[in-house]
């Protein structure tokens, strides 16, 4: 390994170890955040900001069935949205 190598290693065992579960924990709420966001305004909640939200709709809609389980609801009520 070279010491450039050695040298991003020891960056990330000082820097980034320490915070890695808190940094996981701030983008999961942020996620959580935006798929609550974006289906909200599938269900008729006006969204404010459309235009940028609307090519994620076909990502998220795979990631919706884990965050409503996350969330505590295991089957979703609305028929077509989900399961």
Same mark, same amino acid.
Not at 57 to 66: A, G, K, Q, R, T
């Given at each position: 390994? +070279?010491?450039?190598?050695?040298?991003?290693?020891?960056?990330?065992?000082? @820097?980034?170890?320490? /915070? $890695?579960?808190?940094?996981? $924990?701030?983008?999961? +709420?942020?996620? =959580? &955040?935006? *798929? &609550?966001?974006?289906?909200?305004?599938?269900?008729? *909640?006006?969204?404010? =900001?459309?235009?940028? +939200?609307?090519?994620?709709?076909?990502?998220?809609?795979? +990631? @919706?069935? =884990? /965050?409503?389980?996350?969330?505590?609801?295991?089957? /979703?009520?609305?028929?077509?949205?989900?399961?």
């Amino acid at each position: 390994m +070279s010491a450039l190598g050695r040298l991003g290693e020891l960056h990330r065992e000082l @820097f980034i170890s320490p /915070w $890695r579960a808190g940094l996981q $924990r701030e983008a999961r +709420s942020r996620q =959580d &955040a935006l *798929v &609550a966001l974006l289906f909200l305004e599938a269900m008729g *909640v006006p969204n404010p =900001d459309p235009y940028l +939200s609307a090519e994620l709709y076909p990502e998220l809609v795979e +990631s @919706f069935h =884990d /965050w409503h389980v996350r969330q505590g609801v295991e089957q /979703w009520p609305e028929a077509g949205v989900c399961c």
